[in-house]
């Protein structure tokens, strides 16, 4: 996997939990529509998700494969830039079958990053 395609699922993935973050807030205060202001900080906060360069972002092929998935389990080491200082996470994506060409995208910890090649 290239380093291109992983940042474009990385992206979508961080936009899906912003998105699902706002829609717990939302439900919290008993809610169903953000107001306009609310709305247009997600909107805000979408577009720098996808317009922002990463920093760095390194791919690796993850060596231990559970025994029920594909074998095609990628690490991502992604530097995302937040203005006052480097935040480092760390992302799984994993294609529950071969033919297909989507990923299932996951935060996931330090320590998967070095049983990676």
Do not use: C
Request: proline fraction near 3%; charged fraction near 25%.
């Amino acid at each position: 996997m290239s380093s291109v395609e992983a940042e474009k699922w990385i992206r979508q993935y961080l936009k899906k939990e912003r998105a699902s973050m706002q829609i717990e807030s939302l439900s919290m205060q008993g809610r169903l529509l953000p107001d306009r202001q609310e709305a247009e900080k997600l909107e805000a906060d979408l577009r720098k998700i996808e317009t922002n360069p990463f920093r760095s972002i390194e791919v690796k092929h993850f060596l231990i494969a559970p025994p029920t998935s594909s074998s095609r389990i990628f690490l991502a080491k992604v530097v995302l830039d937040d203005g006052s200082n480097d935040i480092v996470r760390y992302f799984s994506l994993s294609a529950k079958n071969n033919i297909f060409d989507f990923f299932w995208v996951n935060e996931q910890a330090q320590w998967m990053w070095y049983f990676s090649l």
